[in-house]
């Protein structure tokens, strides 16, 4: 049985940080594409971040580019999403997402597992 848990979420200022947790159980994050996405009230969810379990990426939305980096602990089976220069838009509640093979990274439905969400909240 699959389990994505994430933690880290909360309420922070802008321009401040949060580094976001999502660990694994059930699968080996080396063997998966882990990504990340969000979504904010009354919107659709969007994607944020994707580490590829082959050489090629990561890759970031636009929006959180230069601002926010993934990562991976192979040992602790946990991919992380530290960021940076938070702003009031970046507030969403946060999932992390996991997929063996995909056509398009950035689409939501083609991911096959999914985590329970963590809140960010920025205020300004």
């Known amino acids: 049985q699959v389990q994505l848990v994430e933690s880290g979420g909360g309420l922070v200022q802008a321009g401040g940080s949060l580094r976001l947790s999502c660990a694994a159980a059930?699968?080996?994050?080396?063997?998966?594409?882990m990504g990340w996405f969000r979504q904010a009230p009354g919107r659709q969810r969007e994607f944020v971040a994707l580490?590829?379990?082959?050489?090629?990426?990561?890759y970031y939305a636009d929006s959180v580019k230069g601002r926010f980096t993934i990562s991976r602990d192979n040992a602790k089976n946990t991919v992380y999403l530290q960021m940076d220069s938070l702003k009031p838009d970046d507030t969403a509640v946060y999932y992390c997402?996991?997929?063996?093979?995909?056509?398009?990274?950035?689409?939501?439905?083609?991911?096959?597992?999914w985590g329970q969400g963590t809140q960010v909240t920025v205020s300004s």
């Open positions: 059930g699968l080996t994050c080396t063997t998966y594409n």
């Open positions: 580490l590829r379990w082959s050489a090629s990426g990561p």
């Open positions: 997402a996991a997929v063996r093979w995909f056509r398009t990274y950035d689409n939501p439905l083609e991911y096959e597992y």
